[in-house]
């Protein structure tokens, strides 16, 4: 049996799947045709590299390639290609967005609502999903749900 990439072919995530239209975004996905051996490879040079490049164009044409990318953040899957992306590339990713957030004390839902309000509400107003908005902003979806509620607390006037 082939290894699953964790997306397209997994059943459920704990029923935090983000939905496109009213279906499981995973059932959207590109790779969900596709040998889930290709999107790991057993190595990072060579012809391995190829086969990482062909990974990576299949994700590069899937419509939920942000939601994929979001899912395997959310989850530190750090193995093979998810989301366009590989391993290496997503770690480095975290690596930036846990750097940025130790080196502010602050909250980040409120350095986002201090400092990127016109960015995050852009993105909102684009329908763009939680995971979506949260790896643009280089966040998580946790404190993008927090942004949403501090928002709503705003809009009625009730403490967040």
Not at 81 to 101: F, H, N, Y
Not at 123 to 149: F, M, P
């Amino acid at each position: 049996m082939g290894r699953s990439i964790g997306v397209a072919v997994t059943p459920s995530n704990n029923g935090n799947a983000a939905s496109t239209q009213g279906r499981d975004w995973r059932t959207l996905g590109a790779c969900r045709t596709e040998d889930p051996d290709l999107f790991h490879p057993a190595g990072k040079t060579g012809p391995y590299l190829v086969q990482i490049r062909k990974a990576k164009a299949i994700c590069r044409a899937c419509p939920v390639v942000q939601q994929c990318l979001g899912w395997a953040l959310d989850n530190r899957e750090m193995n093979g290609v998810i989301g366009g992306m590989d391993e290496d590339e997503r770690r480095r990713l975290l690596k930036r967005t846990r750097r940025w957030s130790a080196g502010n004390p602050e909250r980040a839902w409120v350095q986002i609502l201090r400092d990127r309000r016109p960015e995050f509400l852009a993105l909102k107003a684009a329908n763009r999903s939680v995971n979506e908005i949260a790896v643009e902003l280089g966040t998580n979806t946790q404190t993008v749900h927090n942004v949403l509620r501090a928002l709503e607390a705003e809009k009625t006037g009730v403490a967040a």
